[in-house]
């Protein structure tokens, strides 16, 4: 789901839920890298099952990395990529499976916004080109040369779309890599991998979730099993929470622009001042001439899902129920409410953006309206529009308040914009032109240690206090290679002339991308357009509904107008229903789509109950069709000759579905990547009928690029599942391939002989030898596998059944670690904060307790002061941070604690930040006899109740929750309502469970194209064209008054009769998680996200 700015609210309000990853650093022992043993425990302290890879968020990376210079090929991205992925897998360590997930075809829904991007980025490249060009006439024309454009492969990353002969390629590069692994390292040896290709249709991330959902609640599956699932998409956390999986992260890189922990003591990359060790920064080149371009490797992080689902259990509380509360249904519709801040396959409300608290505002209207709503907004993965429509409709009540607002706040930036462009143009805000004599550069003073002055020993000691002309080179860092001959041969000077001349030409190129990125910003920011956008609709003022549809819709009649805005409301309520199966289910249509560039007010959504609603399921396209339907004239390079023809002829038949240049509406936005492409929409129809004309003229490789295929799975020899494999080789050895294609083996979970782990499904042969005992590397420069011991064969999903939208029988919860006190108050909406603090109407008692409270435990003194801001550094850590940075700049030593003093005794100061003191107990062990509620951030061994036992206050001023109280079970039986407090190992014995239709089972015939890559330099693993049965699946006009939707009858699907859960190993009841240790790098002040509450009768008005 791309949800702008939906993981830094999350992160900011339920701050718990981020964990910085620990990454295990490679030994480098006189110049040799000692590889990571990755069959150790996990540094992070948590045994992970499976690590699943959305791998499109490693290949856009890896196209334009920032650790390292941009790559010109094909191979040198997929080194990138390898590297990328033993990074993944250092931190992550799953010990049964390893699934690589590429986007294949998309349904048509996400289409639309392929070709959106994809448009707009052959444009902005085309843009980019042109002011390239009149830079380089420019730089010539004052005679400062440039180095020729370098040819790359990777100019276009439009080729990270399936059907090109990049992706084909990836594949194979995959499949090299993983032969690689299995056979080499050990921490691969007992895991299955497996490989779903561009040619396996669907999503990445929704082909995992196939594979989660279809495993779940089979005989064999472990309901413990712990997920880790990496990619960079927000809607991943949907995903997981749809899951009903309780252990499952999601891993990520953590969001910073590069050079912003670059230190400007040392001037190296990786840290801030406060945390120099004054080390020597390292040349970047042999005269350091890369200067910046090495970047520090991005840190990641965890979110896991567990701590979100703590935090949801208590801001999802339903005041006064009105019958017993279901969490997972709940759970269902927060997931279903997030729908309308935006997704990939609908446009977002034109009411409800995330940066003015939308998301805030539907879960309050949620709460608010629970009792009058009758029952739950979802059941399972179907809507009951009645419901949606008295909630929505409550959300469109605030709007034209919404409206006002932003129109306030807009015409403030935009005033104030002017006032600096002004300023700018009086020369307001220009520097002195003579830089006066007294000013004096301050790397010009010996022995300075900033980054700007010459690189002196680290700590070096005295010297001149003056720096007279004949020593002045020894102290100045020199910019380019001097230029002195003297001693020289005539051959030495040449040398060193050309190498100068090159140094320049490299110089200039670095200041033409600077500049050349200066200018296309500047291009972008409408509040640098010379005329400007006008705002035609004026939300907010009279008639604002009237002219959105005019302008958006081209209605020109009340008429037609009511007309369109119905066919608007159908279309978007069919793709709430669509979404929410997709997300649940899976595809419930391959063709249907949003049909319009605009969503409709929440006001409109009306007469929702009565909507029919029926989807057909459809066949998904040919990855060459698709291709046709998202690419821009400029990427038809990557498509067969007589599919270009169609984009690039004048006289081709759909010509028209390729603009070379269309409207960017800004739809009131400031940046041009924010505006909305005005593209045609994809007759498909026309589409079809002309691929149908040239597909025959294509070659065997571009067919075998066209079709449709399965996973492919891969052991190593000494896995279990290897001897299945082999048997089913053996019994088809005299078949043909297509044959060997269609017979499938049920894997058994429980059978020793194919032990998979638990693991359900089938499997089939791949075309060729399923082991070669020499595998080819397709990468130049990379060695063959002489000595292969990994065997591979097609994977099958098992065949479909029912999803149950809670967690699996037997599974055990993992200590709870949220308490009520981390639970941020209710923020003020958007649309009625007028910016003024509590404080400015409050009692000065109030400011007085609200700045700092004493409170008095058993005699001990401890103080809790106000938190800062989300984002915030609190005084305590700048304090801290000060006091390093003096001792830096001072050279003071520092002892085993990192803490600075002179004369070795410890200071009393916290180390640096993410290396803080334990807390009393911050992991998910199961500690019996412990009582302290861990607070990150919070520094307990400086308070004289620490030892003693004591906790800080965890709640604000009007809750005070008794520190000693253990940690709250909850059980799906009992009422949604504030935990009770129960002994500490309490666990609720059963939970209500519900009847569900069974979903269609959509059957796939394939062509026969699986080839194991180590007989073809150039094969992938194998499949054939699937026949999908269209069927259909209609939506209940009015649902029926239920309080619930799981009757206390329902048995998990081949699962046992027992409804209890049992939990093994521990006889608490709890999973055992390690604490997840800090890095340097985290995101967020783990404390800034909660705030104290507001005085008594605060009014929220304006």
Known sequence: MGVPAFYRWLAEKYPMVIVDSVEEEAVVIEGVQIPIDTSKPNPNNIEYDNLYLDMNGIIHPCFHPEDRPSPTSFEEVFECMFDYIDRLFNMVRPRKLLFMAIDGVAPRAKMNQQRSRRFRSAKDSS?????????????????????????????????????????????????????LRLNNDPGWTNIKVILSDANVPGEGEHKIMSYIRLQRNLEGYDPNTRHCLYGLDADLIMLGLATHEIHFSILREVVFTPGQDKCFVCGQMGHMAADCQGTAKRKAGEFDEKGDAIVAKKPFQFLNIWTLREYLEYEMRIPNPPFEIDFECILDDFIFICFFVGN?????????????????????????????????????????????????????????????????????????????????????????????????????????????????????????????????EVFERPSKVSRSFSGATVAAAIVEAETSLEMDAQDNKDDLKIKLKGILRDKNDVFNSKDGHEDKIKLGEPGWKERYYEEKFSAQTPEELDAIRKDVVLKYTEGLCWVMHYYYEGVCSWQWFYPYHYAPFASDLKDLGGLDIKFELGTPFKPFDQLLGVFPAASSHALPEPYRKLMTDPNSPIIDFYPIDFEVDM??????????????????????????????????????RNAMMFEMIFVNLCHPLSACISTLDNKCRNMSNTERADVKEKIDPNERDTCSGGMNGYISLCAGEPCPPIFRSPIAGMEDIMDNHVISAIYRLPDVHEHITRPPHGVKFPEKIVTPGDIQPEPVPWHEDNGRRYNESGSMQYLVVQLIMIIAVDGALIFYLRKNPPGSISGRELGEAAHRLVANSLQVRSDANRYHHPNGSTMPYNGPRGHRHPHPRNNYESRPGHNYESRPGYNYESHPGYAAGLQPPLSAPQQYIPYTAPTVQYGYNQPYSPPVIHSPHHQSNSFPRGDHQNPRSHHYERNNYHVNGGNARHSTGNNQNPRFTNTQGSYPRQSHHDSGRHSQNFQPYRGGSDQHWTPRGNPSGYRDYGQQSANHYSLLDRGAGRKPMPPPGHNRGK
């Open 127 to 179: 843009d980019a080109a042109a002011e390239e060009a009149r830079l380089r006439e420019e730089f010539e024309r004052e005679g400062r040369k440039l180095p020729p454009k370098e040819e790359s492969q990777t100019f276009d990353s439009n080729v990270i779309t399936p059907g090109t002969e990049f992706m084909s390629v990836l594949a194979i590069a995959l499949q090299y890599y993983t032969h």
């Open 344 to 472: 990939d396959f609908l446009p977002h409300m034109p009411t409800l953006e995330i940066r003015e608290g939308a998301l805030n505002l539907l879960m309050a209207v949620y709460k608010k309206e629970f009792r009058e709503l009758g029952g739950y907004l979802t059941n399972g993965s179907k809507p009951n529009l009645s419901r949606v429509e008295h909630f929505i409709q409550a959300v469109g009540s605030y709007e034209d308040s919404i409206f006002q607002k932003r129109a306030r706040l807009h015409q403030r930036q935009v005033e104030r914009i002017k006032r600096q462009k002004s300023q700018a143009r009086r020369g307001d805000d220009v520097g002195p032109q003579v830089q006066p004599e007294s000013l004096v550069a301050i790397s010009k003073f010996h022995g300075s240690r900033l980054a700007s002055a010459p690189t002196p020993s680290p700590f070096q000691q005295s010297g001149p206090t003056s720096v007279s002309e004949g020593n002045k």
């Open 667 to 704: 739809n009131g936005k400031r940046y041009a990547w924010q505006g909305i492409a005005k593209l045609p929409f994809i007759d498909e129809v026309r589409l079809l009928q002309e691929v149908r004309k040239v597909e025959n003229l294509l070659t065997p490789e571009e067919k075998r």
